[in-house]
């Protein structure tokens, strides 16, 4: 069985080291022809020689880029680079390669285009991009869900109740692609204790150890995790329930003392600028993009239940502003004053009302309801700066009063259109996840992060789960 995985965590690496190897190739296939086929750039007439010497130059290009991949560890056999696909890394050692490869070519004095080194930078960044993404839903993500590759992972904590929430929540998420093989309540860290540790390890091939919040009260807590460094077993701890918290908690290198402070979830001027930006373009374009799906509900809503095709309600938004929510009506017009007719899905004090057979809802609303086509009109929410494309769920002023100070945390940023809720269970998910999900993102954001949540949204909304 051990062989087996392995062999078959080689075979999903060779395909992450081929789709970049393909995506280097199309990049600079494509750099040559826009270096000698583009008129409009490169109106002067290249000699036989110059392309020669170009194909030699290109050909060193992509020996140079790989190796950059290879020496900075990007190809390793580990759970990282297999399951997470590490797109983020992939591109940043891109970047590093490019920058060093311009440096060189300045001192040198290398004729090499300026033109033709941004083309190449941009459309690499793009293709490795799209290679890894194809890599992943076309093989390694079936791989993953049909448990043909998995790191094998034992989970060790106080009690069988955090064992169980742990546990439950590491295969609800099995795209990471952990498989909990064995779960180790410890009391103490003693010999007996250890002996059955041993035996499990052996009997189960436990591959990597998962510590639970309450095990570094433990006083053999680091000579277990030297233990099983000796051991060759990957050893995670998770320290805090930090991600519910809010915060993240990142090293801070002090003398002779290891802090762990609390990040807040704040980005960059810069950062902000980049998100504001891509959400105007990706805004407008799909509102004409999807111009035609516009009328199309809006003609079948009119047809079926008169006006109002557009629905609006009251949202809590960035820093606690209240913003008008568009969405294609999808309920009956005085669903306001039936909803004695509908049950709440969640528990009676939970702040958000779901009914999966809500009665009030009408049948074109329905089927918008299940693919997300209700959400539509956002866009416009996204084009006047109250919404991003990308962000938490949008709260409702009733549930945002109910907030504590922890779930008020989730008001520092936009709401968004899509989010990680939207990837995650939706309407399934119950208060305490949804929000957890929602302040991890904005501690972890990132500007491919956000590309991957839009990118997943697509099989989400074909897929109708937790929609309703």
Not at 93 to 103: Q, V
Not at 261 to 270: G, T, Y
Not at 418 to 423: A, E, L, S, V
Request: glycine share 6%; proline share 3%.
């Amino acid at each position: 069985m051990k062989s087996f995985q392995v062999d078959k965590k080689l075979f999903t690496l060779a395909i992450l080291v081929i789709s970049d190897l393909l995506a280097m190739f199309i990049t600079i296939w494509a750099g040559y022809q826009f270096r000698f086929r583009n008129v409009a750039f490169f109106p002067e007439l290249n000699s036989i020689d110059s392309e020669i010497n170009y194909k030699l130059f290109l050909f060193i290009v992509i020996l140079g880029w790989l190796t950059t991949l290879i020496v900075t560890g990007t190809y390793q056999l580990t759970h990282a680079n297999l399951f997470v696909l590490n797109l983020q890394n992939v591109l940043k050692r891109t970047i590093y390669f490019f920058f060093i490869l311009g440096f060189v070519s300045f001192i040198s004095k290398i004729l090499f285009s300026r033109i033709l080194f941004t083309f190449m930078f941009l459309s690499g960044l793009i293709f490795l991009s799209l290679g890894r993404l194809l890599s992943y839903f076309l093989f390694i993500r079936p791989m993953i869900f049909s448990k043909q590759i998995s790191s094998r992972l034992m989970l060790i904590g106080r009690d069988s109740n955090s064992l169980k929430l742990y546990s439950e929540w590491i295969i609800q998420n099995r795209s990471l692609g952990y498989a909990v093989v064995s779960r180790l309540i410890c009391s103490e860290i003693n010999i007996s204790w250890i002996d059955e540790f041993q035996r499990l390890l052996r009997y189960k091939k436990i591959e990597q150890v998962l510590l639970l919040p309450g095990m570094e009260s433990e006083r053999n807590f680091s000579k277990f995790v030297h233990y099983c460094e000796d051991l060759g077993v990957k050893t995670n701890w998770i320290p805090l329930d930090s991600g519910n918290l809010g915060y993240w908690l990142i090293p801070q290198p002090q003398e002779g003392l290891p802090f762990l402070a609390f990040s807040q979830s704040k980005i960059s001027v810069s950062e902000r600028m980049l998100k504001r930006a891509f959400d105007v373009l990706f805004a407008v374009s799909a509102l004409v993009l999807l111009s035609p799906v516009y009328f199309v509900i809006s003609v079948l809503i009119l047809i079926t239940s008169g006006r109002p095709v557009f629905y609006s309600q009251k949202r809590v938004g960035l820093n606690g502003k209240v913003f008008n929510f568009y969405k294609f009506r999808s309920m009956v017009k005085n669903a306001g004053q039936l909803i004695s007719l509908a049950s709440n899905v969640h528990a009676k004090d939970h702040v958000i009302f779901k009914d999966k057979r809500d009665p009030r809802v009408t049948p074109i609303g329905r089927i918008l309801r299940k693919y997300s086509l209700d959400e539509l009109p956002q866009f416009f929410n996204v084009l006047i700066n109250d919404m991003s494309v990308v962000g938490p769920r949008p709260a409702l002023v009733h549930e945002v009063k109910k907030y504590d100070s922890m779930y008020e945390r989730r008001l520092n940023a936009k709401p968004g259109v899509t989010g990680p809720w939207q990837i995650s269970g939706r309407s399934d998910l119950d208060l305490q996840t949804s929000v957890a999900l929602d302040l991890n993102y904005m501690v972890n954001w990132s500007f491919t992060r956000d590309l991957w949540i839009i990118i997943a949204t697509i099989g989400a909304v074909f897929k109708g789960r937790g929609a309703y």
